[in-house]
């Protein structure tokens, strides 16, 4: 492992394998999560305080997972927050953990009905994350082009979702999420460097969410 967790920027392919390390030091999976949501909810209230009404945009990856913990810790601070499950329930373990915890509190939305962002202040977009690749498909590319329509405020989880996190610092973005706020876990990939993804990333905060310091302790 070296010095791989001290880097300021990594791939894609380096934070899955920090996030095993962390997980074989003993910091689990679901763990991580909840840090990466945890600190996702205090970021994005930081910036955006007044929020009363969020809307978060869940794929069916562990990003959507995120967005899960997200939409828990809003609903808990008096926030009125609704999930819309962009591709169907999820089929990640940990995201399956945390989408049973929202259940009886948070309503669950499906990509097929027609959703009102009229009345979001937030938006929370949990759709794709590092496991992002290739293009947007229907019905999530209908969906971002509505995020981008609507007058909320966009915090992205890790990546604007339909950019890809690996991405060359002088290629052109396709369609993606333009979000005000990313909130990156661990470390910056490539993508928050990138000149022309600058746009759509808003302002970037680098969150921590504890694989440091398992790392170290372990060494
Ligand atoms: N691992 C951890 O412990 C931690 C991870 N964390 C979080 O997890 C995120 C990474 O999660 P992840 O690896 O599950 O990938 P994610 O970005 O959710 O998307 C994968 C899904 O998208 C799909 N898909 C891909 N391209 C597509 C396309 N063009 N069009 C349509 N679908 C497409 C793909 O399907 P597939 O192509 O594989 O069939 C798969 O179902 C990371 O960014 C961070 O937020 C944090 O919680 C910290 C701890
Ligand atoms: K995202």
């Known amino acids: ?84 499950l962009v591709e169907g329930e999820p089929q990640a373990d940990d995201a399956k953990a945390n989408y049973q915890l929202i259940q009886a509190n948070v309503q669950i939305l499906t990509a097929d009905v027609a959703i009102d962002m009229q009345e979001s202040d937030l938006i929370v977009d949990a759709i794709y994350g590092t496991g992002f690749h290739g293009q947007l498909r229907s019905p999530a590319d209908e969906m971002i082009t509505s995020i981008n329509h609507s007058k909320a405020y966009v915090a992205a989880l890790d990546i604007p979702s339909g950019l890809s ?21 661990h470390a910056r990939k490539p993508v928050h460097c990138s000149k022309t993804a600058a746009k759509f990333l808003g302002k970037v905060v680098t969150a921590d969410i504890g694989i440091g310091e398992i790392i170290n302790e372990r060494r």
């Open 165 to 185: 996190g690996d991405m060359e610092p002088d290629e052109e973005p396709g369609a993606c999420v333009k979000a005000d706020l990313t909130i990156t876990f």
């Open 1 to 84: 492992m070296n010095d791989l967790h001290r880097k300021e920027v990594v791939t894609c392919e380096e934070m899955k394998a920090l996030e095993t390390a962390a997980d074989k030091a003993g910091l689990s999976y679901y763990q991580m999560m909840e840090n990466a949501g945890f600190e996702a909810f205090s970021t994005i209230l930081k910036h955006h305080p007044q929020t009363e009404n969020a809307l978060v945009f869940c794929g069916k990856g562990n990003n959507g997972g995120d967005g899960f913990v997200v939409a828990r810790k809003l609903y808990e601070a008096g926030i009125q927050t609704q999930v819309v």
